[in-house]
T-cell receptor
Framework: AQRVTQPEKLLSVFKGAPVELKCNYS??????LFWYVQYSRQRLQLLLR??SRESIKGFTADLNKGETSFHLKKPFAQEEDSAMYYC?????????????FGDGTTLTVKP | DTGVSQDPRHKITKRGQNVTFRCDPI?????LYWYRQTLGQGPEFLTY????????KSRLLSDRFSAERPKGSFSTLEIQRTEQGDSAMYLC????????????????FGEGSRLTVL
């Protein structure tokens, strides 16, 4: 069964500090990993996905299959990064379709 | 196209009543998903459609829950004989699957329909 764990419910950093949001997963097949973000009063939206290997809004995430992790990182946090972040896993090479989400981490960036 | 839209945004009902939520996906998307989210948790998968076919249902979806997607366009999620434990945010999402065996792509979410069962 798929499982996504985000060990930190809350994370608080000062503006300009590095930030890392942790995500661990368990899945026996080939996963695709995503980070979704929900800003205040907005809908859930995609931040980045591991296959694109892009940096979005300064965030990066590397899939580590050995450690089954997909941590989200940003070297210099900004106040506008304050939001709820969800890590999600989807099976690939199947028609299973569904994504499994972690319980989220609330990031607060203090001025 | 303004994205995925859900209606109503908020529904308050008494225990035992039936409720129905509607989701209009992004028009060119062939996949439509329903998720449920309670306070402090991430979205939990309920069911999804590929066009009009309902391809997977979670064990969370009891017999009181039914979802349809006639003609492969909008979808409805009905909850019969609501219970207080049904109180949650019901999220709809859509995506485009090219059929080449990938993961189904990015999910585009609606703003959700919040259900409160008194």
């Amino acid at each position: 069964a798929q499982r996504v764990t985000q060990p930190e419910k809350l994370l608080s950093v000062f503006k300009g500090a590095p930030v890392e949001l942790k995500c661990n997963y368990s899945y026996s097949g080939s996963p695709e990993l995503f980070w979704y973000v929900q800003y205040s009063r907005q809908r859930l939206q995609l931040l980045l996905r591991h296959i694109s290997r892009e940096s979005i809004k300064g965030f990066t995430a590397d899939l580590n299959k050995g450690e089954t992790s997909f941590h989200l990182k940003k070297p210099f946090a900004q106040e506008e990064d304050s939001a709820m972040y969800y890590c999600a896993l989807t099976e690939i090479n199947t028609n299973a379709g569904k994504s499994t989400f972690g319980d989220g981490t609330t990031l607060t960036v203090k001025p | 196209d303004t994205g995925v839209s859900q209606d109503p945004r908020h529904k308050i009902t008494k225990r035992g009543q039936n409720v129905t939520f509607r989701c209009d996906p992004i028009s060119e998307h062939n996949r439509l998903y329903w998720y449920r989210q309670t306070l402090g948790q991430g979205p939990e998968f309920l069911t999804y459609f590929q066009n009009e076919a309902q391809l997977e249902k979670s064990r969370l979806l009891s017999d009181r829950f039914s979802a349809e997607r006639p003609k492969g366009s909008f979808s409805t999620l009905e909850i019969q004989r609501t219970e207080q434990g049904d109180s949650a945010m019901y999220l709809c999402a859509s995506s485009f699957d090219s059929g080449t065996g990938g993961a189904g792509g990015e999910l585009f979410f609606g703003e959700g329909s919040r259900l409160t069962v008194l």
